[in-house]
């Protein structure tokens, strides 16, 4: 079992920039592809970003551009890069690790001005 531990978010205007970052502990070298979810009020979950251990990220397309994920396998962390937020882009952010379906707490991210 994998457990996710979250951090960041918070409340940004728009323009502005925001670092989540996504702890693993537990079955630590099962681990093979991470990625961000992010579900908005009414709306289904989403996927934001993936990325496997030793491969190319990708992005949906509402966030190419602007998001960055990368993991530091050392540390067993993934990180999200927000840059050039949009008041769109409010939502609880998730971080998901694909091979337990092992959730992370959830954390917000507001746009606001």
């Known amino acids: 079992q994998v457990q996710l531990v979250q951090s960041g978010g918070g409340l940004v205007q728009p323009g502005g920039s925001l670092r989540l970052s996504c702890v693993a502990t537990g079955s630590i070298f099962s681990i093979n592809a991470m990625g961000w979810y992010r579900q908005a009020p009414g709306k289904e979950r989403e996927v934001v970003a993936s990325i496997y251990r030793g491969g190319s990220p990708n992005y949906a397309d509402s966030v190419k551009g602007r998001f960055t994920i990368s993991r530091d396998n050392a540390k067993n962390t993934v990180y999200l890069q927000m840059n050039s937020l949009k008041p769109e882009d409010t939502a609880v952010y998730y971080c998901?690790?694909?091979?337990?379906?092992?959730w992370g707490q959830g954390t917000q991210v507001t746009v606001s001005s």
């Open positions: 998901y690790e694909y091979g337990t379906r092992s």
